[in-house]
């Protein structure tokens, strides 16, 4: 998850450790209750290696994916190595193998078209970045995400749900002084408006594993409120319907803990910036969401520091993120199925 666009308070924040002697004690104790709460089913398995400090995530992906047997691909754009997950095609016709022949754009094309999703307009697109800052475990950020996305897709695969597939992203954290084209996410969505992948309706899932509360982010009105550009208010009206049918599909679900506010920069900002509509979705300790909410609601001013970057307006679990402190001691992974069971709720299980 970013802080305003080029990420200025990353670099600051990487090492900072404020923690009194108590607070450590209580983390060690902390630590040893999740070890007991936390999934140990696959893919849950693998997450301590994959928040590692000098853990290959790509590797580790990859092969997590491979052991499961996930319909995947790998594509490279602009330099970053996407995962593109599908259903299970066992049952479609086949394709022939020639995957090793393309690359980019064209990859992403023919994948899509392989596996049913280009021309398909019920289609759900799930996204989370697997990348992270350095010196981060990146746990909450945004390693959570990813494997509750793993842990939807099996569940998604094992009820024969069609009409989704999802994209693990590479490079949506930004160095300082990079702008959002040069961020995954904007490459990415480049080639799949030039795939002409119709109108995805994309869900992004970030900092989804600390907290019982689910977010639904309000930042693209935001990002979007003085867009002028050609398409602008499209965006505008397909993100209202994204936001509705996140919020319908939690009312489904009868979820008690989901509210709605602005948000830090995720993957949205380059679906944004490349004129496609995207509803990011984070998860909040419930004490934390209704103080936050508060604060925007009573101080609108307050939500320009939020675009800014500005950390100190933020809830104790945002302003853990891109530093040494988004450990695996701060998740809640008691509602990790929370996050698991809405996904699939969006898709249709």
């Not at 104790?29 to 997450?47: A, D, G, I």
């Not at 970045?129 to 842990?151: Q, T």
Request: with cysteine; proline share 5%; net charge neutral.
């Amino acid at each position: 998850m970013d802080f305003g666009y080029h990420n200025k308070y990353s670099k600051r924040l990487l090492h900072e450790d404020q923690r009194s002697p108590l607070a450590v004690f209580y983390n060690l104790v902390n630590e040893e209750q999740l070890l007991k709460l936390f999934p140990t089913h696959p893919p849950y398995h693998r997450f301590r290696e994959f928040i590692a400090p000098h853990a290959d995530r790509f590797k580790i992906l990859k092969t997590i994916l491979e052991e499961l047997a996930i319909n995947h691909q790998v594509v490279s754009i602009a330099g970053n190595r996407h995962f593109l997950v599908f259903p299970d095609m066992q049952k479609q016709t086949k394709w022939p193998d020639i995957e090793n022949l393309l690359c980019g754009p064209e990859l992403l094309r023919y994948s899509l078209l392989k596996n049913n999703m280009l021309r398909d307009r019920e289609a759900i697109l799930l996204v989370a970045h697997y990348d992270r800052v350095a010196h981060s475990p990146g746990a909450n950020d945004n390693s959570a995400a990813v494997f509750e996305l793993i842990n939807a897709a099996l569940i998604l695969q094992r009820e024969d749900i069609r009409h989704w597939f999802m994209i693990f992203t590479d490079k949506e954290e930004l160095d300082e002084g990079e702008g959002l084209c040069t961020q995954g996410a904007y490459t990415l969505a480049k080639g799949l408006k030039d795939a002409k992948f119709g109108s995805p309706k994309v869900f992004i899932f970030d900092a989804c594993g600390s907290g019982d509360t689910l977010i639904i982010s309000t930042v693209a009105d935001l990002l979007t409120k003085n867009d002028e550009r050609a398409g602008s208010s499209r965006i505008r009206h397909a993100v209202q319907q994204l936001r509705q049918r996140a919020l319908e599909t939690a009312r489904t679900m009868h979820l008690e803990c989901c509210m709605i506010m602005p948000t830090p920069f995720s993957d949205d900002a380059g679906f944004f910036r490349a004129n496609l509509a995207a509803q990011t979705i984070t998860m909040l300790p419930s004490t934390e969401a209704t103080a936050c909410a508060s604060l925007f609601r009573n101080k609108p001013d307050i939500i320009a520091l939020l675009i800014s970057g500005d950390k100190s307006i933020l809830p104790e679990t945002w302003r853990r993120l891109n530093t040494s402190n988004d450990a695996f001691s701060y998740l809640t992974p008691q509602y990790f199925p929370t996050v698991v069971r809405f996904v699939c709720a969006l898709c249709g299980a």
